[in-house]
């Protein structure tokens, strides 16, 4: 029962009808122009995305919850309003001295009153400050900086060291800036397959790609209210199945990276009784409208430098097919049972 090459051809162009319809599954040759087109189409996409992510770094602007440390020179008397001097906090939710903007975006000041000052910078409310102080002192001298910033704030959440809210400040935070404030990647981190999610939109962030294609992430400046999450590598595994020696499901290297060869690598190659090297699919989308199925002649000579530059995706499907005689001994092991039942009938009819 030798499957002739021109019978495989005929079973790779029929495809797969699902469901009763009438649309069929191509199966695509894995070659250097496939190859090509596939990073060229990555590299477009991740350009466009970043695209929406660079933005000018902007001035920090106060807003609810933020505190104020004022000080008027030669006049002592009002730092006394802000609170005892020199308390130590230990905690961020600890109280810090100063004056804190109010839910409305006020800020009530001794013989000033309440002003407005939500969405100004620091240096505005000094201003402001000064010229109300002149109706009390002369040419006073005022000095106004942010004890505590806590009107604006980030999330960092998945496979960092320390997952949390990180505040953010009058200096700009980036990329870099907020994987480092939560302590680096853990080990388990993919860094090629980040989440974005900003204003309702969800941005993915290819870390390692950007390095590759000498883009800086620290361009991108995250702003008040993204959430930044880093996946696992365990959640974008490559299930490998078929005539390999472990059937397994390959995890992403740390630099989130995994190429065909990698896969085969860690099911422990291909099994050499039992596989057919010509025979080699890659299965993507399966669960999709529309999936996609590679094919790979490992018999090639080239065909591991096309399998280790052929990059897998998250859910991915690897199938080794088996070979003749695998695909012989299973048609047997299905009819022996019939023929030494009726071989076992005749020896007791006679």
Not at 98 to 114: E, H, M, R, T
Not at 229 to 237: L, S, T
Not at 285 to 305: G, N, T, Y
């Amino acid at each position: 029962m030798k499957m002739d090459a021109s019978a495989k051809l005929s079973a790779r162009e029929a495809g797969a009808q699902a469901g009763g319809s009438d649309a069929r599954v191509s199966i695509t040759d894995i070659d250097a122009a496939l190859i090509a087109r596939m990073q060229e189409d990555l590299t477009r996409a991740s350009v466009s995305q970043m695209q929406g992510l660079l933005t000018r770094a902007e001035p920090y602007t106060l807003g609810k919850g933020d505190v104020l440390q004022v000080t008027v020179w030669d006049h002592p008397e009002l730092a006394q309003a802000q609170g005892p001097g020199g308390q130590t906090t230990t905690r961020p939710s600890d109280p810090v001295p100063g004056f804190v903007i109010d839910q409305d975006g006020n800020l009530d000041f001794p013989y000033v009153g309440s002003i407005h000052v939500a969405g100004l910078r620091p240096e505005q409310v000094q201003r402001q400050l000064a010229v109300a102080l002149t109706k009390v002192f002369i040419k006073p001298q005022v000095t106004v900086r942010v004890a505590s910033f806590r009107a604006r704030q980030i999330y960092v959440d998945g496979e960092v060291r320390t997952p949390g809210t990180l505040p953010l400040n009058d200096i700009p935070m980036t990329l870099y800036d907020a994987v480092n404030r939560a302590g680096g990647f853990a080990p388990t981190a993919d860094q090629s397959r980040m989440m974005l999610v900003r204003g309702g939109h969800s941005y993915p962030l290819d870390l390692t790609g950007m390095l590759g294609k000498g883009f800086n992430p620290a361009k991108i400046v995250l702003k008040d209210g993204d959430l930044l999450r880093v996946v696992a590598r365990e959640e974008n595994g490559v299930f490998v199945m078929g005539e390999v020696n472990k059937p397994v499901t390959a995890v992403p290297m740390r630099s989130g990276r995994l190429t065909l060869s990698d896969a085969i690598a860690q099911a422990g190659s291909l099994n050499n009784a039992t596989a057919d090297a010509s025979e080699v699919y890659v299965i993507r989308d399966s669960m999709s409208p529309a999936p996609q199925v590679f094919h790979l002649d490992a018999k090639s000579p080239v065909s591991m430098i096309l399998a280790n530059q052929f990059e897998l995706n998250p859910r991915d499907v690897v199938y080794v097919d088996g070979n003749g005689l695998v695909r012989l001994s299973r048609v047997l092991n299905l009819l022996l049972p019939a023929v030494n039942a009726a071989l076992t009938g005749a020896v007791v009819a006679k």
